[in-house]
């Protein structure tokens, strides 16, 4: 195992890398901006380092300043963590070129599954099903226009190197697309830095389920089940959960061969997650990306399966065994993760502040991946994700019980938070029937107006 690690993020996923780190014995190093001096992560960590005088938005992802600290302080290998510089290739190669270990997968996959274009070719070559849409990107509006009367409205108009629910938008007709087809490709353009974007079926009724997967030193690649991630504002998620009420043991069988075949298309080592639109009325799944890197609702996965993502991760990196027997792989419970952000409960805009008041609650199944604490301040330049609050049952009606417990007995003053939300969810009976999509939360709204 490494002697030594750097980790590249920050608060809540920081702290939790850091965390298994430690428990592996090894060194853990912190970078940091002038802003998160006093965050938990930099003050857990063995050392240090201030990445400098930059903008603090812009700190983690100045991959120069980076990659001189784990010079500097002799780093063995360099953990991204999600966001920032975790699927930037030219890093990660980088990384790799200057003799440090790159707690990912190689710059090839990251490269073929971030251009969102390239990989949905690829995953229909490699028998992944693919929704309904261009084979390459559009290049003026017109095209654009005769791709989506092909297709068949309504379309959804997407960045080719776009995530995280970022850089993309719906169209009705031919007149709305013209309209976002600009807005796109120039929110592309002043993003990703690559303007090209493509058009694909929309589904008005889908569930967003993903499958975590895994590819061993070996070179095999083994899922770890699926993780329902319907539950989204503004195409972002905000609770999750696995198994996912909507897919049974066959459909679950097939997913998940079709996200072991899409890493093994492009040699996928390192953990992964292949996300797939579900067609809850049909059971019908379509690719809709893969993300290169650990994501952030990892914890319920490792809850039910009992396995420890982050240190699989940095063992894959050091070629070494997988921790557990695969053989032997199988998930017990129910898991629901709740993102406790700094925004309001109704139009979730943030609310960043200086914390007053930290009380995380506690008890059997509940876990919490938090990022601050008493006396911290959640400052403008971040997310606006404070912490998650993880909770495993026996079974899901348990696991639903549990988080009330839990989300009622989280305090924080100071900053907003979308605690009430929370607790409004988990009383929600859509979200209680277990059948739900990813429009719960607009209709959730627009029941309350």
Same mark, same amino acid.
């Given at each position: 195992m490494f002697e030594s690690v750097l980790v590249a993020n920050r608060g809540e996923i920081a702290r939790r890398v850091l965390r298994t780190a430690r428990r592996l014995g090894i060194r853990t190093i912190a970078v940091h901006s002038e802003a998160d001096a006093n965050l938990p992560f930099v003050l857990e960590a063995d050392e240090a380092v201030l990445l400098g005088a930059a903008a603090p938005a812009e700190s983690y992802r100045n991959a120069e300043r980076v990659l001189e600290a784990a010079l500097k302080t002799g780093a063995k290998a360099i953990h991204p963590g999600y966001g920032f510089l975790s699927e930037n290739t030219d890093f990660a190669r980088a990384v790799q070129e200057a003799g440090i270990a790159w707690v990912g997968p190689d710059s090839a996959a990251i490269s073929a599954m971030g251009d969102k274009v390239a990989a949905r070719a690829a995953m229909a070559a490699a028998g992944v099903p693919v929704a309904p849409g261009s084979a390459d990107a559009v290049s003026t509006v017109d095209d654009a226009v005769a791709e989506a009367e092909r297709v068949g409205y309504p379309v959804?108009?997407?960045?080719?190197?776009?995530?995280?629910?970022?850089?993309?938008? @719906?169209?009705?007709?031919?007149?709305?697309?013209?309209?976002? !087809?600009?807005?796109? @490709? +120039?929110?592309? *353009?002043? @993003?990703?830095?690559?303007?090209?974007? !493509?058009? #694909?079926?929309? !589904? %008005?009724?889908?569930?967003?389920?993903?499958?975590?997967? /895994?590819?061993?030193?070996?070179?095999?690649?083994?899922?770890?089940? #699926?993780?329902?991630?319907?539950?989204?504002?503004?195409?972002?998620?905000?609770? #999750? *959960?696995? %198994?996912? %009420?909507?897919?049974?043991? *066959? /459909?679950?069988? +097939?997913?998940? $061969?079709? +996200?072991?075949? +899409?890493? *093994?298309?492009?040699?996928? $080592?390192?953990a992964g997650t292949v996300e797939f639109l579900l067609d809850p009325a049909t059971k019908e799944f379509f690719f809709l990306e893969m993300n290169t890197r650990l994501q952030v609702e990892h914890p319920i996965t490792e809850a039910i399966f009992g396995v420890d993502l982050v240190e699989e991760q940095l063992r894959v990196a050091a070629g070494l065994e997988p921790g557990f027997d695969v053989d032997a792989l199988a998930a017990t419970g129910h898991a629901i993760e709740l993102r406790v952000n700094a925004e309001d409960s109704k139009r979730f805009f943030p609310g960043p502040g200086a914390i007053t008041e930290w009380v995380e609650p506690t008890g059997e199944g509940v876990r919490v991946d938090s990022g601050y604490g008493p006396d911290t301040v959640v400052t403008p330049h971040y997310d606006s994700l404070m912490a998650k609050l993880i909770i495993t049952g026996a079974d899901r009606a348990d696991a639903l019980e549990k988080a009330?417990?839990?989300? #009622?007995? !989280? @305090?924080?003053?100071?900053?907003?938070?979308?605690l009430a939300f929370h607790a409004e969810l988990l009383e929600n009976p859509e979200f209680l029937s277990g059948d739900y999509d990813t429009a719960i939360i607009t209709r959730m709204r627009a029941k309350k107006k």
């Open positions: 959804m108009i997407k960045a080719s190197a776009g995530g995280g629910g970022m850089g993309m938008a @719906t169209a009705s007709d031919g007149d709305a697309l013209r309209t976002e !087809f600009e807005k796109v @490709t +120039a929110f592309a *353009e002043r @993003t990703f830095g690559d303007g090209r974007v !493509f058009v #694909e079926r929309f !589904f %008005p009724s889908v569930r967003h389920v993903e499958v975590q997967v /895994l590819g061993l030193a070996d070179g095999r690649v083994i899922a770890l089940g #699926e993780r329902d991630c319907s539950v989204q504002r503004r195409n972002q998620k905000v609770a #999750e *959960e696995t %198994p996912s %009420p909507a897919v049974d043991a *066959e /459909l679950r069988a +097939a997913m998940c $061969r079709a +996200a072991v075949l +899409a890493a *093994e298309a492009v040699g996928y $080592r390192n009330r417990k839990a989300v #009622e007995g !989280f @305090t924080i003053t100071g900053p907003k938070s979308n």
